[in-house]
């Protein structure tokens, strides 16, 4: 049974950091592009950035430059470092195994960015 617990989630100040983590369990990690997604309050889900073994990593315009993702398959962890963080980046964020809009998903970690 596919698994995915995010965690690193609360409420920071503009500018602030935060460091998400999401450990994948019942299925072969390293195999799988895995995605960070979010859906802020009263919006659709977006696609946030990527870590693929082959492929690298990618990232919506948006976070580029404030944002990184990063994968450990040996402890089949999925991270996503958050820097210069803004009122728009409140949203709840969730891991996703495989392709971003159907993988399976967490039930997501809950970030505000506020004062």
């Known amino acids: 049974q596919v698994q995915l617990v995010e965690s690193g989630g609360g409420l920071v100040q503009p500018g602030g950091s935060l460091r998400l983590s999401c450990l994948g369990s019942?299925?072969?990690?390293?195999?799988?592009?895995m995605n960070w997604v979010r859906q802020a309050p009263g919006k659709g889900l977006e696609w946030v950035a990527t870590?693929?073994?082959?492929?690298?990593?990618q990232y919506v315009d948006s976070v580029k430059g404030r944002f990184t993702v990063s994968r450990d398959d040996r402890s089949n962890t999925l991270e996503l470092q958050m820097t210069n963080l803004r009122p728009e980046d409140t949203a709840v964020y969730y891991c996703?195994?495989?392709?971003?809009?159907?993988?399976?998903r967490g039930q997501g970690t809950l970030v505000t960015v506020g004062s």
């Open positions: 996703v195994k495989g392709a971003w809009k159907t993988g399976d």
């Open positions: 019942g299925f072969t990690f390293k195999l799988f592009t």
């Open positions: 870590a693929d073994r082959s492929f690298g990593t």
